[in-house]
Nanobody
Framework: QVQLVESGGGLVQAGRSLRLSCAAS????????MGWFRQAPGQEREFVAA????????YYADSVKGRFTISRDNAKNTVYLQMNSLKPEDTAVYYC???????????????WGQGTQVTVSS
C-alpha cells in the first residue's frame, strides 16, 4: 500500500513554469514505477509522463515532450513534474500514480493521488 499526495499546482501565465511534486508514503518508494496524468474539464484523463523505478527511463506524451520533465528522488520518496513553457491547453487537474510493474502510458496504475489543479491563463 502507498499513499500519494500531490502539491505545487496553481494559476500561472502562459509561457511560465511550475513544478509539481508527489510525495509517497507507505511501502518502499523505489518499488514503484510512477506516472503523471491529467484531466481537463469535460475530457478524459490522459497520460502525461512516466518514470521507471530507478529513474533511468522516462516517457512522455507527444503534447508535453520537450516542455515537461519527470524525475524522482527515491531518498525523498518524491516524484516531480517540471512544467516549462506552459500553455492554456495544459490546464487540468494533475494526478500522480504508482504501479508495482514497469512504467506504462495506460491508466493501469495501482495507486492514485487526489490531484492538484493547474490553470494556465493566456
Amino acid at each position: 500500500q502507498v499513499q500519494l499526495v500531490e502539491s505545487g499546482g496553481g494559476l500561472v501565465q502562459a509561457g511560465r513554469s511550475l513544478r509539481l511534486s508527489c510525495a509517497a508514503s507507505g511501502r518502499t518508494f523505489s518499488s514503484y514505477s510512477m506516472g503523471w496524468f491529467r484531466q481537463a474539464p469535460g475530457q478524459e484523463r490522459e497520460f502525461v509522463a512516466a518514470i521507471s523505478k530507478s529513474g533511468l527511463n522516462t516517457y512522455y506524451a507527444d503534447s508535453v515532450k520537450g516542455r515537461f520533465t519527470i524525475s524522482r528522488d527515491n531518498a525523498k520518496n518524491t516524484v516531480y513534474l517540471q512544467m516549462n513553457s506552459l500553455k492554456p491547453e495544459d490546464t487540468a487537474v494533475y494526478y500522480c500514480a504508482a504501479r508495482d510493474q514497469g512504467m506504462s502510458t495506460m491508466q493501469t496504475y495501482d495507486y492514485w493521488g487526489q490531484g492538484t489543479q493547474v490553470t494556465v491563463s493566456s
